[in-house]
């Protein structure tokens, strides 16, 4: 596995990373995402219908937190979790958590983390750990971590402890991860944890970047835990200790604000568990990230302007009496005013559900509460999200990224 950065803009790292998976056939480009998915599939899709959706990100993750108690099943069945879910070609990348469930914290000890199942709290130690990546057979996975010192005001000791344990994870997984047959082929992500702790942070970036890691797991950013501003500063100090060849996944952080001020704080990875977040509260994902076409080529037929259609006070509105969740990107479509709006969720859309269905039908089958319903919001969120990183991307390349931030923060305005 190798980065290629092909420039850095205003902190941005635009590049590609090559020779991943078995024989190294796949890559896949920064900033970006990797496929969501629970128990190894991308919630409400069969593998046919995920793949009517272009430029798929080529790495799908997986959590050990839902496969762990398959672990007797995925041993016997031997061929690792790519085979047993029947997923076509990607590169799986396994971390711990997933992060669109909030785990209870408290449980972890000198030796043990634990993870949540469908059955409950599952313990484990390194060489189960191990053993569950064994089975899952991933080509990157995230080394076992203590990161439960995200919340603020968590004493110092407590992070530093923290901090240590995870290097100590990290050198006991690195012995196993050597005599495994299994993963011979594996990379290791290390873990960045020291909460909001700035020497610690620092500490645990070095010493992670001293061992043979293929990239680096940043802990302990999400967005219940700190601030935006906090986190890009802790963000951007501890990049500046890790190798610049090396890359840098966040988790926890899928709000289209937070990704833009975490890409400036040298971030190359996220997950994409907003979009299905998004799609589990019956909205959809409507904000604008299109900039401005090149005046050369404007007016040519591709549809390529998304906009709001002067729905931002509505939007507004509904925050009050929707979904305390719900973000300003997103539309509710349970909403009675969709009940009759007969144009796609988003215009100009190229998803399977824009193309052939409408608002009102959508909004049908969410209050009859029809499981088609979040097949096609899961098709369309996706899609949008994957057309933001695609966005963003081609914003660095052609230095409009100020642009694109004024475009898509633009609907945060007055918040
Ligand atoms: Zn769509």
Redesign the pocket.
């Known amino acids: 596995m190798k980065l290629e950065l092909s420039r850095v803009v205003q902190g941005c790292r635009l590049g590609r990373l090559t020779g991943l998976g078995n024989s190294g056939q796949h890559s896949l480009e920064v900033p970006g995402c990797l496929l969501y998915t629970r128990c190894a599939t991308v919630p409400h899709l069969t593998q046919d219908t995920l793949h009517t959706l272009r430029d798929l990100p080529s790495v799908t993750q997986v959590s050990v937190d839902s496969l762990a108690e398959h672990l007797e099943v995925l041993e016997e069945f031997k061929e690792g979790v790519l085979k047993f879910a029947g997923l076509h070609d990607t590169v799986v990348f396994s971390s711990l958590h997933d992060s669109a469930n909030s785990s209870p914290a408290g449980h972890v000890t000198n030796k043990t983390v634990s993870v949540w199942g469908s059955g409950g709290r599952i313990e484990l130690t390194v060489a189960r750990f191990m053993a569950i990546q064994a089975a899952i057979q991933p080509d990157c996975y995230q080394s076992m971590a203590d990161g439960e010192t995200w919340q603020a005001g968590t004493s110092r000791k407590r992070v530093r402890k923290a901090v240590d344990r995870t290097l100590a994870h990290l050198d006991e997984c690195l012995v196993l991860h050597q005599k495994s047959q299994g993963l011979k082929r594996a990379e290791i992500f290390g873990v960045v944890e020291g909460g909001d702790i700035l020497e610690e942070r620092l500490r645990s970036a070095r010493e992670t970047a001293k061992r043979p890691v293929g990239g680096f797991v940043l802990d302990g950013f999400h967005s219940a835990a700190m601030d935006q501003d906090v986190r890009v500063q802790l963000i951007k100090a501890a990049s500046a200790e890790l190798p610049q060849e090396k890359p840098r996944l966040v988790l926890g952080v899928g709000r289209p604000d937070e990704v833009i001020s975490c890409v400036e704080a040298g971030v190359d990875l996220f997950e994409s568990f907003f979009p299905f977040q998004v799609t589990e509260r019956g909205c959809?994902l409507s904000f604008n990230f299109i900039i401005d076409p090149d005046p050369e080529t404007a007016g040519s037929s591709t549809p390529t302007v998304l906009e709001f259609n002067g729905e931002m006070p509505a939007v507004k509105k509904l925050n009050s009496n929707g979904d305390e969740n719900m973000t300003l990107y997103e539309m509710n479509l349970k909403d009675k005013r969709y009940q009759d709006d007969f144009r796609?969720?988003?215009e100009g859309?190229?998803?399977?559900?824009?193309?052939k269905h409408m608002r009102a039908y959508v909004h049908h089958l969410l209050v009859t509460n029809e499981l088609l319903g979040g097949v096609l919001l899961m098709?369309?969120n996706m899609?949008?999200y994957l057309g933001f990183f695609k966005a963003l991307r081609e914003a660095i390349t052609s230095d409009r990224l100020q642009d694109f931030k004024n475009r898509v923060l633009h609907c945060r305005e007055g918040d």
């Open positions: 959809a796609p969720l988003v859309c190229s998803c399977y559900c824009c193309k098709l369309h899609a949008h």
